[in-house]
C-alpha cells in the first residue's frame, strides 16, 4: 500500500547470549504509515529483535538506520527521544506514582527548574483524551487495571513525538473490547504516519489490523509478506516450520473422552466456598480424569476461583471435600498436601523464582513439599529434569540456565513442569497458554489432554473460549464474580452458546439439559 | 591465543576475581611499603605475623556477615547485629565476674549459653517483627539497633565490666594447632552455614523467597517461617562474634563492643557479591569481603596513616572495590577506552590494563 521510503531498516542483525543464538543476519524493515505485525514462536526472536533496536541489548553484528541515518541507541530512553518509543508486553510503569507521573516521568517539563505539576496533569488527561480513557490522573497506576495501564503506557509512549510505535504483545491482558478500542488508536495513529511494529500471538488481530508480517523462526529470518499474500494457514507453516500435525491432531481429538467423566469419582467437592470483594459462594464439584474449563470475561472472578480452591485466598465461608472428607484449603501448603497445584496467570510475579535455575524452578514445590531438611538427592533431580525438559521440550535445553534466559513460553512450561514433578490430583492452570506462541501452545493443550486421560483433573482457565470449548468436559461460566453455569461439553454446546451464558448470565445448570 | 584467551576471559568472568584481585593488590602494596609484612613465625609453638593477626581480627566480623548475608539473601536486613554482639558479651561477662571462680570451665559455658539463649530471643524478636508483624526489615532491625544499646547498658548497670577469665579469653586470644581458636570458631561457624543451607534444600528455600517470595508461597514454601530463621540465625552468629570481640579485651562495654559491625558486616555480603535485593547468596565471597574489609582496617594502621583520614582512605578503597566489580561500569570503562560505541568485543589485553595497581 504504501510506496515511501522505510522509516526504519536492521539490516543483517546478529545476537548471541551465552548459550544461545538468538537473532541470526535478520534483516527488517519498517514502513511509515503501516502496522507492522512480527510474527513467530516462542524463542523465534522477536522479543530479542526489539530489544536490540531499542538499545536494551547490544548488537553483536549488523545496522539499523531510522531515516537513512545509521543509529545504534544506548537504550530505550535515546531511542524514545529519537522516535522509537516501546510498550512492553507486562507493562513497565512504576504502579506507586500517579497516572501523570508515570507519563513524563524522565522528560518532565521544566519550569526554572521545577516541575509545574499544573501542566503535568492537563497534558496527561489530554492525552489520555486522545485514546478516549477518563481517568483520574493523580491515582496511583496500581489502582487501575491491566488494561487501562496498557492504555497509559501507550499514552507515555505517544507523547514522545513516536515515529515508530513498537507494541510488543499489548493485546495479551485485554479483552475484546479493550482490544477494539487499541485497534481504533491503532488505526488513528498510523493514518497519522506513525509506523507501528506489532507484536501479538492473536492470528485473529494480525488479520485484523496489520498490513505487513514479518516471520521469525529460531532467531532467523522466514520472510516479509503483505498481509493478502499470506493466508493464515500459511502463516502457521510459517512460524513453526514444520507440517501442522500437533493442530491436526487436536482437531481430530475435541472432546473424545467425555465419556470418561462417566466413570470419574468426585475428588474435589466445594460447595459454597466464597470470599467477601472477591467472588460470590459457589458450589463444584471436579472429578478426577476430569477437564474443567473456567470461562468468562476478564474480571469475572475466574482467577478468584482458582485462587480459592489453592488455599492462595482465604475462603470466609464454605465447606471443600477432598475425597469426600472435610478439608480446609487454608493456605498452599495444605492444597499441595490435598495433591492441588497452581500455575497463576502472572508468570513473573507469581510463577518463576527469575534468580534461580531451570532445574531449582523445576523442584521447587516439590521440595517445599518434603520440607527443607530433607533434600531432594542430586540425580534425583537431574533425572526429573531432564525428563521434563525432554517431555515439553524446553528450549533451550540447560537445566543450570537462569530461569529468567527463557523466553515466556519456555517459563511456563517451566512452571508447568515444578507442578507435574509433584504428581499431583488436580492441577489449576490459569491461563497456561497467554503469551504462548501457537506451537507451544498446541503442546500445552495436548498435555492438558494426556494428564486427563491419565486420571489428573484439570481446573483450565482461559480466555480464549475455543480453547476452553476443544479441551473441556464440562465448562463452568462466570460473570460478574459469580458462577453463573455449568454446561456439559456435549454437542448442544458451542462458542454462540457459552457467550450468550457469559453475555446474559442466565443459563443455568438445570435448563442446559 | 583462543584457549588461552577464553581461560583468561573466564577467569576475568568469575565472580570472585575482582575481590581476590582487590585483596592480593592490598596484600602486595603493604608488602612492598613494609617487606616483612607477610612473614610468620614460630614462637612458643604460636604462629605470629600480620597475616595471621588478620584472620584472627576478621573471625568476628566473619561471624555476623555469615548470618548477614542469609538475612540478605530473603531480601531483608539486620541492623540489630552490632547490638546482639552488646549485649551478648555484657550478659557472658556480667555472669563471670560474678561468679566465685571466673576460670571454672562450666562457668564460662553457662555464662555463653545464658548469653547464647538470649540472642536467641532476640534473633525471635527481629524474626516475628518482620515475618509475621510484617515490618520493613530496616525499620524493625533498627528498633533492635537503637534500643540493644541500651539494654547492653542496662545489664552492665553503665560500668564497662571487666573480667579476669582464662577460659573464657581463650575465645579471643587462645591458641589451637599454632593458630589462634577464633579462627577455627569462625571457619566452623562458616562450614556448619555452609553445610546448614548447601547440603539441605535450605539454601535454595532462602534464595527462593528472596528472589520472589508471592511465587515462592504458592509453590508451597513457608516463607514466613524462612524469614524467621535467618534472623534468628543472624542473631546467633552475631552473639557468638559478641563473645570474640569482649574476650579480646577481657570485657565488655556496653557501649563500643561491635560498633558500627552491621555496616562493615554488609559490605563484606556486598563484596562478596551476594545482591542487597536478596536471592542468589554466596558465603564464600562473604568471607572474603570480610577478610578484605579487615586487611583494609589492618593496612590503615600498619602505613600509619592518621586516624583523622583513615576513614576517607577506607571509603576511597571501598568505592573502588563496589566500582571495579560492577559489571556496567566495567563496561562503561572498557567503552570509553575504546573509543566508540558500540564496544567490538574486548580483547583481553585491554581487560588486563584496567587491574588497578
Known sequence: ?513 | MSDAGNRFRTLLGHRLFWPVAVLVVMLAANTVYRPGFLAVELNNGHLYGTPIDILRLSAPLILVALGMTLVISTGGIDLSVGSVCAISGAIACLYISRAPDQDNLVTVLTALAMALGVALVLGAWNGVLVSVIGIQPIIATLILMVAGRGLAQLIAEGQIITINSGPYRAIGLGHLLTLPLAIFIALAAALLVAAFTRRTALGMIVESVGGNREASRLAGIRSGRVVFLVYVVSAACAAIAGFMMTANVSSADGNNTGLWVELDAILAVVIGGTSLAGGRFYLGGTILGALIIQTLTTTVYAMNISPQTALLFKAVVVIAVCLIQAPAFRAKFRRRRAGTPPPPQSSPQRQKEQVPA
Open chain 1, 1 to 513: 500500500m504504501t510506496d515511501s521510503r522505510p522509516v526504519l531498516t536492521m539490516t543483517g542483525i546478529s545476537k548471541s547470549f551465552p548459550g544461545v543464538r538468538a537473532l541470526h543476519n535478520v534483516d527488517f524493515r519498517l514502513l511509515p504509515g503501516e502496522v507492522h505485525a512480527l510474527m513467530g514462536e516462542n524463542g523465534a526472536g522477536k522479543s530479542t529483535l526489539i530489544k536490540v533496536l531499542t538499545g536494551v541489548y547490544g548488537i553483536d553484528e549488523g545496522t539499523v538506520t531510522l531515516d537513512g541515518e545509521q543509529v545504534a541507541f544506548n537504550g530505550p530512553m535515546q531511542a524514545a527521544a529519537a522516535g522509537v518509543s516501546t510498550v512492553y508486553q507486562e507493562v513497565n510503569l512504576c504502579p506507586n506514582l500517579s497516572v501523570a507521573e508515570n507519563i513524563f516521568i524522565g522528560r518532565e517539563p521544566r519550569r526554572l527548574g521545577a516541575i509545574p505539576w499544573g501542566e503535568v496533569r492537563r497534558r496527561a488527561r489530554q492525552l489520555l483524551a486522545r485514546l478516549d480513557l477518563d481517568i483520574d490522573v493523580t491515582a496511583p497506576v496500581g489502582s487501575f487495571s491491566l488494561a487501562v495501564q496498557q492504555m497509559v503506557a501507550i499514552a507515555r509512549a505517544i507523547d514522545v513525538q513516536a515515529r515508530v510505535l513498537i507494541l510488543d504483545e499489548p493485546t495479551s491482558s485485554l479483552d475484546a473490547g479493550e482490544v477494539a478500542q487499541l485497534f481504533r488508536i491503532m488505526r488513528q495513529l498510523r493514518d497519522e504516519g506513525i509506523a507501528i511494529l506489532f507484536v501479538t500471538h492473536f492470528l485473529d488481530q494480525v488479520y485484523g489490523i496489520a498490513d505487513r508480517i514479518t516471520v521469525l523462526r529460531n532467531g532467523a529470518l522466514v520472510g516479509e509478506y503483505p498481509i493478502a499474500e499470506l493466508p493464515q494457514l500459511a502463516l502457521v507453516e510459517k512460524m513453526i516450520g514444520k507440517e501442522l500435525d500437533v493442530l491436526e491432531l487436536m482437531e481430530e481429538h475435541p472432546r473424545q473422552s467425555v465419556t470418561a467423566t462417566e466413570g470419574g469419582s468426585p475428588l474435589v467437592q466445594v460447595s459454597q466456598l466464597g470470599r467477601r470483594g472477591s467472588v460470590a459462594p459457589f458450589s463444584l464439584t471436579i472429578n478426577a480424569g476430569e477437564v474443567v474449563g473456567l470461562a468468562g470475561l476478564l474480571g469475572s472472578g475466574r482467577t478468584e476461583v482458582a485462587r480459592l480452591l489453592f488455599g492462595a485466598d482465604r475462603a470466609d465461608r464454605g465447606e471443600v471435600r477432598v475425597d469426600g472428607a472435610r478439608t480446609g484449603l487454608r493456605n498452599p501448603v495444605q492444597a499441595i498436601e490435598q495433591g492441588i497445584g497452581f500455575c497463576s496467570e502472572n508468570r513473573r510475579a507469581e510463577g518463576i523464582i527469575a534468580d534461580l535455575s531451570v532445574r531449582e524452578n523445576m523442584i521447587l514445590a516439590m521440595q517445599a513439599a518434603r520440607g527443607w531438611l530433607r533434600p531432594i538427592p542430586r540425580r534425583r533431580q537431574d533425572e526429573l529434569v531432564d525428563r521434563y525438559i525432554k517431555a515439553l521440550s524446553i528450549r533451550p535445553a540447560n537445566p543450570e540456565m537462569p530461569v529468567r534466559n527463557l523466553s515466556g513460553g519456555n517459563q511456563q512450561k517451566v512452571l508447568l513442569a515444578r507442578w507435574l514433578i509433584t504428581e499431583p490430583r488436580l492441577l489449576i492452570l490459569d491461563e497456561p497458554t497467554r503469551g504462548i506462541d501457537i506451537g507451544a501452545k498446541a503442546e500445552i493443550q495436548k498435555l492438558v489432554v494426556q494428564l486427563s486421560d491419565g486420571g489428573m483433573a484439570v481446573l483450565f482457565i482461559s480466555a480464549e473460549l475455543e480453547e476452553v470449548l476443544r479441551l473441556s468436559h464440562r465448562i463452568v461460566v462466570m460473570r460478574d464474580r459469580q458462577l453463573v453455569a455449568q454446561l456439559d461439553n456435549d454437542d448442544t454446546v458451542d462458542a454462540d452458546r457459552v457467550m450468550q451464558t457469559i453475555a446474559s448470565g442466565t443459563e443455568r445448570e438445570e435448563a442446559s439439559r
